[in-house]
Nanobody, 129 residues
Framework: QVQLVESGGGLVQAGGSLRLSCVASGRTSTSSRYTLGWFRQGPSKEREFVSAIKWDDGDTFDTASVRGRFTISRDKAKNTVYLQMNSLRPEDTAVYYC????????????????????WGQGTQVTVSS
């Protein structure tokens, strides 16, 4: 079992920045397929992929709407994945969830929530205009 705890959300004005953190604990995976991702769910919207990183080699994936503004990174020593969010927009307002998994499904398709087995409780990000 893996526990994921997010932090760093808050209220920020448009154009501002926030850095989200997700600390993984418990039986974290040593598999080369281990992948961590960020998803978000805005008001009256479905959960959508934001960004993901493969723990082993650091390969990253982003959705087009955040490319150039958000950066995902990981600190192996701290078992933590970060999401640096710059140039925030009101449409970025959402609950942001951290997710982890090591099945083949998540390794092949890190943008889909289907392959992730573990989820955090979410952290609220609100961007005012």
């Amino acid at each position: 079992q893996v526990q994921l705890v997010e932090s760093g959300g808050g209220l920020v004005q448009a154009g501002g920045s926030l850095r989200l953190s997700c600390v993984a604990s418990g039986r974290t995976s040593t598999s080369s397929r281990y992948t961590l991702g960020w998803f978000r769910q805005g008001p009256s919207k479905e959960r959508e992929f934001v960004s993901a990183i493969k723990w082993d080699d650091g390969d990253t994936f982003d959705t087009a709407s955040v490319r150039g503004r958000f950066t995902i990174s990981r600190d192996k020593a701290k078992n933590t994945v970060y999401l640096q969010m710059n140039s925030l927009r009101p449409e970025d307002t959402a609950v942001y969830y951290c997710a982890a998994g090591d099945r083949t499904a998540v390794y092949l398709t890190p943008t889909s929530p289907v392959g992730y087995d573990y989820w955090g409780q979410g952290t609220q990000v609100t961007v005012s205009s």
